[in-house]
């Protein structure tokens, strides 16, 4: 039979080694990560990295609950750490500088800052989506992907997502976003696919997700307002 002094002392140490973990996990990141703020240059108004559009804010919603997640992440890894940065991932094109080399990097803490929720993931069943503005750069592609990704890739093992379109029937002029489809996609003769404000909402995230700024460590935050009262 153990005695209550040595269920007490097991109960303690439990304890201890949980308020340890959880002090290490979940504290310190929030005193070094949960205060970040965007980088702003020298004589210049624009801050980096940059917010995204209300729009995009909801599309966050629309991934989560489409389960994008369960498939992507969203963190290029160090190139010591995993193959990451080998498949393209964590590329991008300078937009300041045309004939500059691309940018090749990994993700940082302060690139999610703007993120009302960070889609991080844990499986790598698709690609890698933090940079995935750089690969599609138009909302056409990415809405003939989600209707149907074997278009472009007839290997790929992600889901048709055609509950996101509506299919009408044309009145007057097609709809400019209506999707160009052809072959067994396409809809019937009158009729066209367009998608629907929840596609509008993802596409206006993915397309947000574009890191394609250089974020140096060692620059401070955006200064504060001085104080007018």
């Not at 201890?16 to 970040?36: C, Q």
């Not at 048709?160 to 029937?169: C, D, N, S």
């Not at 996609?185 to 250089?214: C, Q």
Request: aromatic fraction near 12%; glycine fraction near 8%.
């Amino acid at each position: 039979m153990i005695s209550p002094l040595t269920t007490r002392g097991f109960l303690l140490l439990i304890g201890g080694v949980f308020l340890f973990t959880w002090f290490g996990l979940v504290v310190l990141p929030w005193i070094y990560l949960g205060h970040l703020a965007p980088i702003q240059d020298e004589g210049s108004s624009d801050i980096t990295p940059w917010d995204a559009s209300g729009a995009a804010h909801q599309g966050e919603h629309i991934y989560a609950a489409d389960g994008c997640v369960y498939c992507h992440t969203q963190q290029v890894r160090p190139a010591n750490s995993g193959a990451d940065i080998i498949r393209g991932w964590g590329t991008a094109k300078d937009e300041s500088d045309d004939k500059a080399p691309p940018i090749i990097r990994r993700t940082y803490p302060r690139d999610y800052i703007w993120q009302g929720q960070v889609f991080l993931g844990n499986s790598r069943e698709g690609a890698d989506l933090s940079n995935v503005a750089e690969r599609f750069t138009d909302a056409a592609s990415l809405y003939r992907y989600l209707y149907d990704p074997y278009i472009l890739n007839p290997h790929s093992s992600m889901p048709a997502y055609r509950f996101l379109f509506i299919e009408r029937k044309i009145s007057g002029l097609p709809s400019q976003d209506a999707l160009a489809l052809t072959g067994d996609d396409a809809p019937p003769a009158g009729y066209e696919i367009v998608p629907s404000d929840e596609a509008r909402s993802l596409v206006a995230y993915l397309l947000s997700l574009k890191k394609n700024y250089h974020l140096p460590d060692e620059k401070g935050p955006v200064p504060a307002p001085p104080d007018k009262s």
